[in-house]
C-alpha cells in the first residue's frame, strides 16, 4: 500500500481485518459486470459504524478513494476497484439488528442478504418481498435502487426502506428516517443515499417494511407461439389491473438454456411467461380466471401448475439462474446486461425492436423480464477477446436505449449506472447530471466516495 | 414594493400578472395555520414554466425571497408570507398536461388540485388515490410529501410520483424522473424535491401515478364504546394484515361537531372508525368478515354500511370537513393541529397518553386519524388572544411530540415542517439538519426560497 501512514492508522483500527495480499484484493476487484478487475490498494472488513466512521475519517483525510463492496452482484462496474484506494468491504456487518413483525418492519446492517434476512423471519409470518434474482445485500440493493420479480405488487427499494444509517465521507454517521410508516420530517434523505451507489457515503443499516405472508400464494408457466404474445399478455394483465405479484418473461432462447441449465422439466423451450398470485385463495382464483382468459386470448398454453412448494421453489429457481445460466455458455465469458425499462402500453414495442435487432445483428439474446413493470433485460454473453462481438453488443445496446427513450423509458428500471451507463445517463438526463454532482461536490468534496460511479466529476 | 428595479422588471414579464395590492397580498399572506398573516411585497401570477424561470432568476440576482403558494391548505406556516419578498402563486398553471390511463399515469401542472385531477379522469377508468382531505394542488402536496385517508392502500406523494419540473433557484428548468413504473437513473432529485417544501425550487409540473377505479368500494362506520377499543380495532385490522384502503378514527368529541356541521344523520357521538374497501365484491367481503370479527371482539357496533355513492359521499365529506368544522366552532378562531406519526403497534399507546393528557389540561380536543398509517391529528381550536390557551396547547404538543419519538415515530405524518416544526425537526433528526442546510447552500446560495421554513439557516 502506497500510503504507508494511511496503512498504518487503518490496521490500528483494525487489526488483521484489513488485506493486501493479491489475491484478496482480486476477489474484491469487480462485481458480475463486464469491466477487466482493477486491484484496490487494501481490502477493509470493519465490523462497526464507528469502524466504518474512523475509515472514512481517515481516507478522507488522505484523500484516498474508498470503493464499498456488498457480496459483489452488481452488473453495472459499481464496485470495479480503484487503483489508488481501498475496498470496503460490508461482510462482516451481517447481523439482523431487530424484527417487529406486528410493525412490518426490520433493522438490519448491510450486508444481511435478502435470502437470509427470509430464512431469519420464516417463523415471524412476514417476509422481505424485494426479489432482484441475485441473493444480493440489502446495503447494496439500497445502495442500487434494485427491486426484481415481485415489485410489480410489493414496490422497489426506493418504497420499502423507511430509513438508514449511513456514513458520511468526513465520517459523520447519520441515521435517516425512521420506524414509522410515513414521514414528512425535512428533506428525504434516505431516498437520497438509495440509488447513490456508494458516492454519497456509505449504508451500513437498513430499516425494511416487511409484508404479511400471503395466505395463498399460486404459481403458474404459460406458453406462447410467439413472444409479441407473451408480452401482449403481460402487458393487458397490468392494464386490467389484475392483482399480481409477478409477471415474468422468459423469452425461446432463454428458455432453452434454463431447461438445460436448470433441469427444468415440464416446460417447453417457447416463448413463455411465470405468473405468481399473492392473496387469499378466492382473490387469487379471481386473479387467475381473468389472466387465463387474457392468456388463452393471445394464443397461450394451458396454465402448468407449480402446485407444491418445492415445484415453486425449482420454478423461482430457475428463473434466479437465468444470468448463470447464460454466463456458464461460454468459458471466461462474460454477460452483457440491458435493463431499459418503459411505459407498460410501449413494452411489446420495445421488446419486438429487441428482438428483431438481435436477431438482425445476429447475436444470441437471451431476454428476461420484468414485464409487470416494463422492464426487461437481455443478456448477451461474450467473449472479452473478441473485440468484434463486444462492438456489435455496444451498438446493439446503444440503439435500444434510444429505443426506449424515444418511448418515454428510462435507460435503467433497476441495476443503476455504475461505469457502465454514464454516457446513457447523460442521454436521460442532461439536465439533471450537473444538480448531481453539486450535491456530490457538497457531500464529498475529495471525491472519496467510489469516484467514477455514475458520473466524471472532472 | 421597494425595489423598483425588480418591480419593473417583473412587471415587463408579468404584464398585469403582477399585483401589488394590500388585499392580494393579504390573500396570500398565510395558509390554514396558526400564524398570524405576513404580507410579501407583491404577489406574480406566472402561466409557464419559462415565466416561473424568468422571476426565479431575477429574484436570485436580486437576492429577494420567493414564497411559492398553491392553494394554502398548509397547516404548517408553508406559505406565511415574506415582508422582503414577493409570493409567487401557482393558480394560473392548472392544466392537466396528459393522461395515459393505459399505463396509469398522467402530468399535471403543480396547481391542479386533486378534486379537479379526479373530475377530469372520471371516465377513463383510472383515479388519483392522495386524499389529505383538503382540496390541495398537487405542487403542494408534493412539495409537503402529504398523504392522507387512503395512504394505507395506495402509499404517499412519495410513491405515486415518478416525476417533476423543477424550476431551481437559479432559473435552470429541470425535469426529473419520468414515466416508466421505476428508474434507477442516478440520485432520486425526484424525492430531494418531494418534501423540500419549496426551499430548494419550485415544483411546476408533477408526473403521477394513477390506479385503477376498482370493481367494489364498500363503506362502513362502527362505533365503539371507547377510543381505545376503536384504536385497538385499526391496529389489529392492520396487523392481520387485512387489505383495507381506508381506517379513519374520529373520537368521540371530533363525532359531535361533524354530526352538527355536517348535518349527519345515522350515525352516534361516539368513538367511531371509518372503513373503506376497495377490490373486487367478494375480495371485499372476505376482508370485511374478518374486520368484523376484529370489531366485534373489541365491543364495536353492528357495520352501518354507506351503501349508495351519495351515503357514500356524505361520509367522507364529513371526514374531510372535519378540520372546517373545528375551525367553525370559534370566531376567528385558530386550529393548532397535531401530526405524529408513530409504529402501529404503539398507535393505542400513543393515542390514550394524548387522550388522558387533553383532559388533564382541560383542552377540547377532537381527534382525527389516519390509524392505518399510525397517524392521527388533534385539532385544538383557540383564540388567539388568549395568550394562556396557546401555551397550554404547545405545552400539549411538546408533551406529545415526545411521547411520539419516545415510541419511535415521527413528528410529522404528512403535514411537514414549515415554520411550526423546525425546533422539533431538530428533536427528531439533529443529525440530518447540518446535511439538509448544506444541500440546501448548495442549491439555493441566497437561500431565496422560501427562507426560513424547515430550518433556519443561520
Redesign the interface.
Known sequence: MENVSLKKELTSILKDRISLSESTRANFARGEDTYDPVLSQAVVFPETNEEVSRILKLCNEHKVPVVPFGTGTSLEGHVVGNKDGITLSLEKMNKVLSV?A????CRVQANVTREQLNEYLREDGVFFPIDPGANAALGGMAA????GTM?VKY??M??VITGLTVV?PNG?????G????????????T??F???EGT?GIITEVQLRLS?IPESIMSAVCHFPSLDDAVKTAQETI???VPIARIEMLNKDQMEISINYSKLEDVSALPTLFFEFH??E??NK?AINIVDEISKNNNGSKFKWADTIEKRKKMWKARWDAWYSVRALIDDGRVYTTDV?????KITECVNFAEKEVKKLGLRAPMVGHLG???FHIMMPYNPKKDDEYKKIKYFNDILIDKSLEL??????????GLH?KNY?LK??P???P??K??K???DPNNIMNPGK??DLN
Open positions: 417487529n406486528s410493525d412490518f418492519d442500487t435502487s434494485a427491486s415489485a414496490g422497489t426506493k418504497s458520511l459523520d454517521i447519520i441515521k435517516t425512521g420506524r414509522s410508516k410515513k414521514s414528512s420530517a425535512g428533506y428525504n434523505l431516498n437520497l438509495i440509488g447513490s454519497l404479511p392494464q386490467y389491473g392473496g387469499s378466492t382473490s379471481e425499462c418503459v411505459p407498460i402500453s413493470d416494463g422492464n418515454e423509458g428510462t435507460i435503467t428500471g433497476e441495476h443503476g449506472i451507463k445517463l436521460e438526463h439536465d439533471n447530471v444538480l448531481m453539486s450535491i461536490r457538497t457531500m455514475i458520473f
